[in-house]
């Protein structure tokens, strides 16, 4: 029998997936990028050398926080749980 931690540690369950389904972050995201591909036709080379560097970064940034929510939800979860078990024990 799989447990929900053997799945999380094996990438089984993934959250950004899950979340990434929703219908209204996708048409948020599909705008960004119309906007971004608006946004590159009219500039130079060099300004949108800059621009993908922005876009590479802002995408870093966005995984760390990703990551760090991650983290943060998990233990709270599990905060919560073991309060639960020490509190009102079986």
Known sequence: MKSTFTDLWYGN??????????????????????????????????????????????????SDYAEAAFAHGLSLGIRLACEAWTRYPR
């Open 13 to 62: 369950i993934c959250e950004l997936e899950a979340c990434g389904n929703n219908n209204n972050i996708l048409k948020k995201e599909t705008r960004a990028f119309e906007l971004l591909e608006t946004l590159a036709k009219d500039l130079s080379p060099e300004q949108k050398n800059v621009l993908e560097k922005y876009s590479e970064a802002m995408l870093d940034v966005q």
